[in-house]
C-alpha cells in the first residue's frame, strides 16, 4: 500500500478510488475543519486536483508543493486561490489567481515546479529510475500561516503492475504488465540518450497497456552508439511481444520518441504487424548516425544501411559565442537536399499514426517533419484516424508526464531544445491523455 503522510501521523491509503481525508489540528481552540484533500492513488501521469476544505469564506489562500529530485535539487510551486461560498478551492476547477501560473491548470502544480535557487537556468529536473516522487503540499492563509500539510507519492509504476526482464538472449528489455491478463502491446523506443525508455513504458502499463521497454544502444551486449542499429531487432522484439501471455498479437503497437520515433516509424512501414504508431517529435526521413562515424547511417534492415541524409551544416548559421547551438538550423539545411531514397515510406504503414511535435524544436524541424509526413500519408490515402498534435510554441522536450519540465538546454547547456518550460508544460499536459485515447481506440485496452 501507498502512503500519505502528514506532520506526526502517517494514513495507508485505501485500496480502492475512495478519497483520504485528513485533518490535522493546528491550534487547541481549532477545530481540524480545514484540511486538504488528495485522492489516494496518484500517478504522474494524471493531472490531479488538490482540493481545501473549511476554509474562511472569499478569502485568498497560498497552495505550494515542493519535492527534491535525483539530484538533490529541491523544486517548489506557489499558487493562490479565492475560496468559494462554501470555503472550499479545487486546483481542477478554480483558477490560479497569481504563483507558479495563472488561471485553470489542474497539474500546475506539480509540472510548473521551478528549480529554487537555480541562477543559470539550466537545470533539468532529475529521476531515479521509476522511484516514487514524495511532494510536499501546503495549504497557508493570506499571512503565511500554515493550515494543513501533507505529502503525497506521485508514482510512474501502478501498483498492479509487473516487471520482468526480457530472457530472451536477443533482445534487451524488460516488459511491464497491467493487473489485467488480456491487453494490446506496445513496443517502446526512446530515443538518442539510449538505454530503456521504462518511464513510458511504467506509464503505459498503468493504463493497461503491455509495454516493452526496448533498449537497442548503449546497454551491455547491443552498440555503445547509435550508428547502423537492425531495424530487424525491433520486428523481433514485436514479434516476441505478440507471444507473451495475455497480450493480444494482433493488437501491437509502436511508441517512439526522437531517434526513437524514426525508427518505430520505418519499422511500422515495413512490419504489417504494427498496428499503430505513436511519435514524439518525430522525423520524416532517415538521418545519419549520431556517432563518431558520421557517414554511417543510423539504420540497417536486413542487414543493409539504410540509405540516410548525409551530415552537413548550414553555412549560414554561425551561433554567437556563448549561445547554445540550435541543430535545427543545420537539419533543415541537410533535409533540403534530402534525397527521396531517404523518405521513410509511411504511406505502407496500415494502421493509424499519432504525432506529437513542437513548432519550436530547436534539436530537430519535429513539426516540420509531422507536417510533412502527414502530406505524404493523405497523398496515398492515409488512415482516417491519423492525427498530428503541434503545438506551435512548444519544443523538442515534449514529456509524457506531469513532471517540471526544467530548462530547455541540454549538454551542460550547450544544446537549445526550443519552446520554453511554460509551453512544454502546456503541451505535455494537453498530448498524454490523448495519445492514450488514441491507443485505446487504434488497439483496444
Known amino acids: 500500500m501507498r502512503t500519505i503522510q502528514r506532520h506526526g501521523m502517517r494514513t495507508q491509503r485505501w485500496q480502492s478510488n475512495a478519497v483520504l481525508l485528513v485533518a490535522v489540528c493546528l491550534t487547541c481552540s481549532q477545530s481540524a475543519a480545514q484540511r486538504l484533500e488528495y485522492p489516494s492513488e496518484s500517478p504522474v501521469d494524471r493531472p490531479i486536483s488538490v482540493r481545501g476544505h473549511g476554509l474562511p469564506v472569499g478569502t485568498v489562500v497560498t497552495l505550494r508543493t515542493s519535492v527534491i529530485d535525483a539530484a538533490d535539487q529541491l523544486w517548489a510551486a506557489r499558487a493562490e486561490f479565492r475560496t468559494d461560498t462554501d ?8 483558477p490560479s489567481l497569481s504563483g507558479s501560473y495563472e488561471g485553470v491548470e489542474t ?6 515546479m521551478h528549480a529554487v ?3 543559470t537556468g539550466r537545470l533539468r529536473f532529475q529521476t531515479s529510475g521509476l522511484r516514487n516522487l514524495a511532494i510536499t503540499i501546503l495549504l497557508e492563509e493570506a499571512g503565511g500561516a500554515r493550515l494543513d500539510s501533507l505529502i503525497v507519492e506521485r508514482f510512474f509504476l501502478g501498483p498492479k503492475v509487473q516487471v520482468t526482464t526480457v530472457s530472451d538472449s536477443a533482445l534487451r528489455g524488460r516488459l511491464f504488465s497491467p493487473s489485467r491478463s488480456g491487453a494490446p502491446g506496445v513496443v517502446v523506443l526512446g530515443g538518442s540518450e539510449g538505454g530503456f525508455p521504462d518511464q513510458v513504458a511504467a506509464l503505459l ?27 530487424d531487432y525491433v520486428g523481433r522484439a514485436i514479434e516476441w511481444l505478440g507471444t507473451q501471455l495475455g497480450v493480444w498479437p494482433d493488437r501491437i503497437a509502436l511508441f517512439g520518441t526522437s ?17 499503430a504508431v505513436v511519435a514524439y517529435a518525430p522525423s520524416s526521413v532517415v538521418w545519419s548516425c549520431i556517432c563518431s562515424q558520421p557517414g554511417l547511417s543510423s539504420w540497417t534492415l536486413r542487414g543493409d544501411p539504410v540509405a540516410a541524409v548525409s551530415e552537413g551544416a548550414d553555412p549560414d548559421y554561425r551561433p554567437a559565442a556563448g549561445e ?24 505502407r504503414i496500415a494502421g493509424p499514426l499519432l504525432l506529437v511535435a513542437g513548432g519550436e524544436d530547436q534539436l530537430w524541424p519535429s513539426l516540420v517533419m509531422a507536417q510533412a509526413i502527414m502530406e505524404r500519408r ?5 488512415h482516417s484516424e491519423d492525427q498530428l498534435l503541434a503545438y506551435p510554441l512548444a519544443g523538442h522536450l515534449i514529456g509524457k508526464a506531469y513532471l517540471p519540465p526544467g530548462s530547455t538546454r541540454v549538454g551542460g547547456g550547450r544544446f537549445e531544445t526550443g519552446g520554453t518550460p511554460e509551453q512544454n508544460a502546456l503541451a505535455q499536459a494537453d498530448a498524454w491523455p490523448r495519445v492514450l485515447a488514441f491507443l485505446a481506440k487504434a488497439v483496444g485496452r
Open 87 to 94: 470555503g472550499t478551492i479545487d486546483t481542477g476547477r478554480d
Open 107 to 112: 497539474g500546475g502544480l506539480f509540472n510548473r
Open 205 to 231: 502499463a498503468t493504463n493497461g497497456f503491455f509495454a516493452l521497454s526496448l533498449a537497442y544502444f548503449r546497454v551491455d551486449g547491443l552498440p555503445s552508439e547509435l550508428a547502423e542499429i537492425p531495424l
Open 117 to 119: 535557487g537555480d541562477s
Open 324 to 347: 547554445p547551438i540550435r541543430w535545427t538550423a543545420n537539419y533543415l539545411y541537410r533535409l533540403r537536399q534530402a534525397p527521396v531514397s531517404t523518405v521513410i515510406p509511411v504511406e
Open 259 to 275: 531517434k526513437g520515433a524514426e525508427a518505430a516509424l520505418m519499422v511500422a512501414s515495413h512490419v504489417p504487424e504494427v498496428q
Open 378 to 382: 493523405a497523398s496515398f490515402g492515409g
